[in-house]
Every structure is written in C-alpha cells, then in structure tokens.
C-alpha cells in the first residue's frame, strides 16, 4: 500500500564505485522528482520528470543520471561516487491540479529516503 | 533566482506555548506554499498547505497566513505538544514552464515538557 517507495533503505559503499537507487509509485501521479538532503537538512531538487520525460534538470553532475522507464518509476545512478555526494536521497512524486483555471503544483509525496555513505 | 528565505533555524519553547516560523520567497509568480513536517529518520509530509487566492488557512492547531504583497507567509502552531517537535519546512512553487516546489532551509522545532 506504500505510495512512494524506494530501493535500497541503506547504502554503504566505496568511493569511485557506481551505485543506483530506485523509485516506484502507486499514486498514477504524472510527475516524479529526486530530492538530495544534506547533512544539514536542506532539501535541494536534482531532477523532475513529467510522463518519462526529464523536465527539471538542476546544476547536478554528470555524474547523476536519472531514469524513466514509465511515469511510475524513476531510478537514479550515479557513477563514480564521491564524499560529497553522502546524503539522504528522496524520491517524490505529484500531480498537477487545476483549479478556476490556474495551474497549482500538487502535493508532494516522499518516499522513505535513501542514506547514501560514500567511505 | 529562486530563493525561500526561512526563519528561525531552530525555535525552542516549552509545552503549551505557540510557535512561529516564517518563509519569504522571491517570485511573485509563486501561487502555491506548503509546509512540511519531518521527524527524525523519517520523510518531509504535508501539513497543510495554502494557495495564492487565499489570504489564511486553519486546520486545528496549525495556521497559516500568507502576504502576497510582501511575499512572506507564515507557520503558526499553537498549543504545542511534544510530539510537534520536528524539522519543518516551508516551500514556494516556482514556474518554470512547469512548475517546481524551491524549500526553505528548515526549522528544528523543540517542544519541551
């Protein structure tokens, strides 16, 4: 019954090795995002995809490439990982509303998080 | 650019008292502002949230006002309890063509017996 939900919970791994977390919902939402929180909380957007295609791209990394195979998942690899790159990554999704004819972003649903540990 | 400004960083009060946490934002095209509530280890939920063509929102012990004018809006939670403690996030929707939430920095909300 999860709405939002992400694969794996937990990561630990070496730097420079390659990595890839994965994100499914249930909501028959259009629109999925990755979310990076830092060790101070800030919640920063990465990607958005509506309908599979990228549609918000932020001043990631290369190294960071996002997935859509349909508009309910969205997977996230990142090549090569660094110290910097230990976070918590969110993955959310939405749905646009209508409403007297102006267009309002919907409620975000998150999934659990994923802790990323580059040793 | 985008940018929500958010205010305190962390707010301490004890039981029974009220609480204040304010967000300004830098687009006047912003029409949505949610707010979320993350506790420890856990993910960022919805707590309530308000649209641009209202000026106040109420939902039991949690508020919010928003000043179009002057681009700020506020998190009011009275009575607090204990279990209010948490990290809480203020956001602006930002149209880019399609639009995007930008969220603030956070509070860390202590609620002491």
């Known amino acids: 019954d999860t709405a939002v939900s992400q694969t794996p919970k937990y990561l630990v791994t070496q730097m420079g090795n390659d990595k890839s977390i994965k994100c499914e919902q249930n909501?028959?939402?259009?629109?999925m995002y990755w979310y990076k929180q830092d060790s101070k909380k800030f919640l920063k957007i990465m990607f958005s995809y509506n309908n599979k295609e990228l549609i918000i791209n932020e001043t990631v990394p290369n190294r960071f490439s996002p997935k859509s195979p349909d508009k309910a998942h969205l997977n996230l690899h990142i090549n090569s990982l660094e110290l910097g790159d230990s976070a918590v990554y969110f993955c959310a999704s939405s749905q646009e509303e209508r409403l007297a004819g102006v267009l309002y972003t919907g409620e975000l649903f998150f999934g659990e998080g994923s802790r990323l540990t580059v040793l | 650019g985008e940018n929500v400004e958010q205010h305190p960083s962390t707010l301490s009060v004890q039981e029974g008292d009220s609480a204040v946490i304010k967000c300004t934002y830098s687009d006047s095209a912003s029409n949505y502002f949610p707010w979320y509530k993350q506790e420890l280890g856990k993910r960022p939920q919805l707590i309530i949230d308000?649209?641009?063509?209202?000026g106040e929102k109420k939902d039991q012990r949690i508020a919010v006002t928003l000043n179009k004018t002057a681009k700020h809006f506020s998190l009011h939670i009275t009575e607090t309890q204990p279990e209010d403690s948490a990290v809480y996030f203020c956001?602006?929707?930002?149209?880019?063509?399609?639009?995007?939430?930008?969220f603030g920095t956070g509070t860390r909300l202590l609620v002491s017996p």
């Open positions: 956001a602006a929707s930002w149209n880019t063509g399609f639009q995007k939430l930008v």
């Open positions: 909501l028959g939402h259009d629109t």
């Open positions: 308000i649209r641009s063509n209202v």
